[in-house]
């Protein structure tokens, strides 16, 4: 089976339908890690598009807070006003969907995999690194596990040896558009990155491609239409400094 795994498309409708697009034909079924909403200006859309599929969904700490399961105290100042403004323009069913969305890690098709927002152990906290990777990968009940949150595409491996390291067993620096093999034995936490608001310094959309018969992943990006989504976001109070950031993809 083929899956489109995306996460944090934070309400940018033109980026996740550019996704869609460029991944059509090539997936059987979506998994979602979470952050739907917040920071864009097209939140009910977006849920639309993810209901509509039917993906496979954890939520993120913005769709917590946007549907009223926890309050704003750990954002910032721009996500506060972003998350104030969208608590106002989601409609009360696509916020009975956020507050239905579960909490991760979800197993997928047996305990073959999982999906999370942030890690494992805990929906909020960021992993950037492989000392921040390595419970994750050590406690996790699957082998392979996807999260998001951090806006930043990669991947982390524990090898049978016990060493964590970035990336893919012996895979020096991230290579998009083909497929790379997991290897049995070990295990591994990926990130798609973020298909509304990448931080990787690449502003193009993000999104990973996951065989599970072959297990084997590969990383995409694809170009969307930043400047109508800025032109919507002129149109809402959200803050200018989350406009301007979307072009420089941080
Ligand atoms: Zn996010």
């Not at 034909?25 to 059987?28: E, K, N």
């Given at each position: 089976m083929r899956f489109l795994v995306i996460s944090d498309l934070h309400a940018s409708l033109e980026a996740t339908e550019a996704v869609f697009h460029a991944a059509d034909?090539?997936?059987?079924q979506i998994l979602c890690c979470g952050d739907l909403v917040g920071y864009g200006p097209s939140p009910n859309e977006v849920i639309e598009q993810i209901a509509a599929r039917q993906a496979l969904c954890v939520r993120g700490n913005h769709d917590k807070v946007a549907c009223d399961i926890d309050d704003a105290s750990l954002f910032n100042e721009q996500a506060q006003q972003a998350i104030t403004w969208t608590r106002m323009a989601l409609t009360p069913e696509h916020k009975r969907f956020l507050q239905e969305l579960p909490q991760g890690p979800i197993l997928v098709d047996g305990n073959r995999y999982q999906l999370a927002h942030g890690s494992v152990l805990n929906e909020d906290e960021y992993v950037y690194s492989p000392e921040e990777a390595y419970d994750s990968l050590n406690d996790s009940a699957a082998p392979i596990t996807f999260v998001g949150h951090t806006h930043v595409c990669g991947a982390f491996s524990l090898r049978k040896n016990g060493f964590v390291q970035a990336g893919i067993d012996d895979m020096e620096k991230l290579q998009f558009d083909v497929w790379i093999s997991l290897a049995g034995g070990s295990r591994y936490l990926i990130n798609p990155g973020s298909v509304g608001q990448p931080r990787d310094g690449d502003p193009r959309a993000a999104y990973v491609l996951f065989d599970s018969d072959d297990c084997a992943v590969m990383f995409k990006r694809v170009e969307y239409d930043i400047q109508k989504v800025q032109e919507k976001m002129r149109a809402?109070?959200?803050p200018g400094y989350l406009i301007r950031r979307l072009e420089f993809g941080e």
């Open positions: 034909g090539a997936y059987d809402t109070p959200l």
